[in-house]
Nanobody, 116 residues
Framework: QVQLVESGGGLVQAGGSLRLSCAASRSIFRINDMGWYRRAPGKQRELVAVDISTGSTIYADSVKGRFTLSRDNAKNTVYLQMNSLKPEDTAVYYC??????????WGQGTQVTVSS
C-alpha cells in the first residue's frame, strides 16, 4: 500500500508560491528523517530539504532562502513551502522518509511546473 501521500503540486508562474504536503501512513511505526527530493527532466534525483530528526533541516543550496520545510509530528505530516519559484525548480517532487519498520519510504511524486 501507499505509505506516503503527497499533494499540492501544480502549475505556477515564476515568482509564485506553492505548498506541498506529505502525510505518512499509520503503518510506519516511527519516522526519523523526513523531507523532499526532486527529479528535473533529464537530470538525476537531488535532495531538496530534509529534517534529520534531530530538529536540524538541511537544504540544497539552490533553494536556501526560498523553500521552508516544516513537520507536524502529531499528524506525521511534512510540508514544503516554496516561494519565489523559478523555472529551474520545475521537477517531480518526491516525499521521503525513513524509520521503523526499517527502510526508506517514497511518495508517488507530484509535478511542479514553473512557467517563465
Amino acid at each position: 500500500q501507499v505509505q506516503l501521500v503527497e499533494s499540492g503540486g501544480g502549475l505556477v508562474q515564476a515568482g509564485g508560491s506553492l505548498r506541498l504536503s506529505c502525510a505518512a501512513s499509520r503503518s510506519i511505526f516511527r519516522i526519523n528523517d523526513m523531507g523532499w527530493y526532486r527529479r528535473a527532466p533529464g537530470k538525476q534525483r537531488e535532495l531538496v530539504a530534509v529534517d534529520i530528526s534531530t530538529g536540524s533541516t538541511i537544504y540544497a543550496d539552490s533553494v536556501k532562502g526560498r523553500f521552508t520545510l516544516s513537520r507536524d509530528n502529531a499528524k506525521n505530516t511534512v510540508y514544503l513551502q516554496m516561494n519565489s519559484l523559478k523555472p529551474e525548480d520545475t521537477a517531480v517532487y518526491y516525499c521521503y522518509a525513513n524509520g521503523v519498520p526499517a527502510g526508506a519510504y517514497w511518495g508517488q511524486g507530484t509535478q511542479v511546473t514553473v512557467s517563465s
